[in-house]
């Protein structure tokens, strides 16, 4: 892998290593599907949100 992106928390504090995904990419949703899935129990309202989002960018790349 190969630095694309510069990820920095809203608060200046150092981030670690991270692997950033886009909602446009096929295996980045079925990866976030596993994600939402993953914290449910303990986050519903991200995994929620995640697949919120999944549907709306799923539906976009239909629309392509």
Known sequence: MY???RVEKLNGKPVGPCFVLEFKDR??????RAYAASCEAE???LAADLRAQIAVAAAE????
């Open 3 to 5: 630095p694309k992106y």
């Open 27 to 32: 295996h980045a949703r079925a990866a976030l």
């Open 43 to 45: 986050f519903p309202q």
């Open 61 to 64: 790349a239909a629309d392509e």
